[in-house]
């Protein structure tokens, strides 16, 4: 089918695109922001003050872990999104839909204490705290490329390691087909939460074979530090050949399943949102082309590449 495209994604202003993906009015939708925020208002008074650590204090296992050494496998064919820049602009729908307050709107987030939960079809389920985690894999530090479906894109060092080395000590069972991640579930903390037409928990999915690529991380830092909260802390995922939404932040549950899982933008507008959401200059977003990118920060217009330029790491896994 052949569509025109007389707009790209990053001209649409943000709360255009995402208003309009939740099939509801502007008014409709300002009310039911007005409501929700006055909730979480009063729950938020009823409730005991929970410890949260500033992101700048650092655990002993942390202290021992960053920064990491950079594993040069994966260099990068554009700089380095500022640290400024990549944590100013960010999407996280939990905190709510511009993407230059979730910064401020994510500082509700408590982070510690926080378990990570490998579940499902394994041999050997586990429950992670983040020390635990930390400690359990060999983290590294790698710099990837990260291209929302809105057509910006980052250039950003994470620090983690390396989901397989996960799913291996797991051990799944052999009818597992796809993995599932799970972000937090506090609408407390999350005001976006409240926005009850949306499927909350966050979640998304990978197929199994896709989740044993070498590419596939769990990030729990980036530039040289945890995370922190608008990235997603304490643990989120990088899969860098496909549109940002796939990485999953702040999450809490990874479940091997034998059946593909529904995942929240698909769940939204499956219209708009697919599930493999592979970088794709060929294939244009029903409202924009794909066919380009802007560089947040310097705002450099770039050919989107295949796989976002990945495509050596994992063409085998689409043939
Ligand atoms: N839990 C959760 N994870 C999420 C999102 C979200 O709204 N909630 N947004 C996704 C989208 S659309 C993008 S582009 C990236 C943005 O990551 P960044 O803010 O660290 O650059 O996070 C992804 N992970
Ligand atoms: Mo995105």
Partial sequence: MKRRHLVRGWEIPSNEITSE?????????????????????????????AVVLPPDTLSETEKK????SLNPAYPLDAELTQEKIAGAYNNFFEFGESKENIQSNARNLSIRPWTLEVCGLVDKPEIYDIDKLLRSFPVEERTYRLRCVEAWAIAVPWTGFALRELLRRASPKSNATHVRFVSFYRPSQAMGQWAFWRPWPYTEALTLSEAMNELSFLATGI???????QHGAPVRLAVPWKYGYKSAKSIVKIELVDYRPPTF????????????ANVNPEIPH?????????ILGTGEVRDTRLYNGYEKFVADLYK
């Fill in 265 to 276: 933008w698909p769940m939204l507008n499956g219209l708009e949102y697919d599930f493999s």
């Fill in 223 to 229: 530039y040289g530090r945890p995370l922190p909260r």
């Fill in 65 to 68: 872990i960053y920064p990491a």
């Fill in 286 to 294: 029903p409202r924009w082309s794909q066919s380009q990118e802007k």
């Fill in 21 to 49: 993906s939740i099939f509801l009015n502007r008014r409709d939708f300002m009310k039911a922001t007005a409501w929700s925020v006055g909730t979480v208002a009063l729950s938020a008074c009823k409730e005991t003050p």
